[in-house]
């Protein structure tokens, strides 16, 4: 069966660094293209990057662009999220997602979170 | 960024009784939409993408309708375990915004 499972969440400091990781497994990771999406109080769900299957485009949304940083290791189905210039708004449940297998660019199947908190 | 704005954000209701969720965007965006369930301290579940269509194992009792601007997801003959917050998700173009969310109680 499919399962993402995220790990490195964590308490930064703002400006702080952390780095997100997503182990895939029960599918062909390097067919399917990948998110990373955030879920706070204040902001609701919000869409933070984007990687196609092979690594060779990624978007992202403009809160984090230029500080954050998505991309995948198809040979150990990893994706990853490099955070950078952390700040209090960061803060919130970050989940990977894939993309579905229906013809949809929406995401069918999504770990089960990790908990980034920034804060002094 | 289109901009998705649903209603109502809460919304009370009974086992049994037929339910009806707005989204509307700030564009047009054709059919590219999707509903998702959320329960407390779980991740969103896809229930319908490309406006209509079920994902797996989705209970007949949801449909979606719609095109263009405006989106709607009824449940018809809610079940105990409906209670729950829905979000719109519109996939038109990156980044993808969601709704800010309908708790059902």
């Known amino acids: 069966q499919v399962q993402l499972v995220e790990s490195g969440g964590g308490v930064v400091q703002p400006g702080g660094s952390l780095r997100l990781s997503c182990a895939a497994s029960?599918?062909?990771?390097?067919?399917?293209?990948m998110h990373w999406v955030r879920q706070s109080p204040g902001k609701g769900l919000e869409c933070v990057a984007f990687?196609?299957?092979?690594?060779?485009?990624?978007s992202y949304a403009d809160s984090v662009k230029g500080r954050f940083t998505i991309s995948r290791d198809n040979s150990k189905n990893i994706l990853y999220l490099q955070m950078s210039s952390l700040r209090n708004d960061d803060t919130g449940v970050y989940y990977c997602?894939?993309?579905?297998?229906?013809?949809?660019?929406?995401?069918?199947?999504w770990g089960q979170g990790a908990l980034v908190t920034v804060s002094s | 960024a289109i901009q998705m704005t649903q209603s109502p954000s809460s919304l009370s209701a009974s086992v049994g009784d037929r339910v009806t969720i707005t989204c509307r965007a700030s564009?047009?965006?054709?059919?590219?939409l999707g509903w998702y369930q959320q329960k407390p301290g779980k991740a969103p579940k896809l229930l319908i993408y490309?406006?209509?269509a079920l994902h797996n194992e989705v209970p007949s009792r949801f449909s979606g309708r719609g095109s263009g601007t405006d989106f709607t997801l009824t449940i018809s003959g809610l079940q105990p375990e409906d209670f729950a917050t829905y979000f719109c998700?519109?996939?038109?173009?990156?980044?993808?915004?969601f709704g800010q969310g309908t708790k059902l109680e």
């Open positions: 997602a894939r993309e579905t297998d229906v013809g949809s660019y929406l995401m069918d199947y």
């Open positions: 029960g599918f062909p990771f390097n067919s399917f293209p």
């Open positions: 990687i196609r299957f092979d690594g060779s485009r990624q």
């Open positions: 564009q047009d965006i054709g059919n590219e």
């Open positions: 490309t406006t209509s």
């Open positions: 998700l519109q996939d038109f173009n990156y980044p993808y915004t």
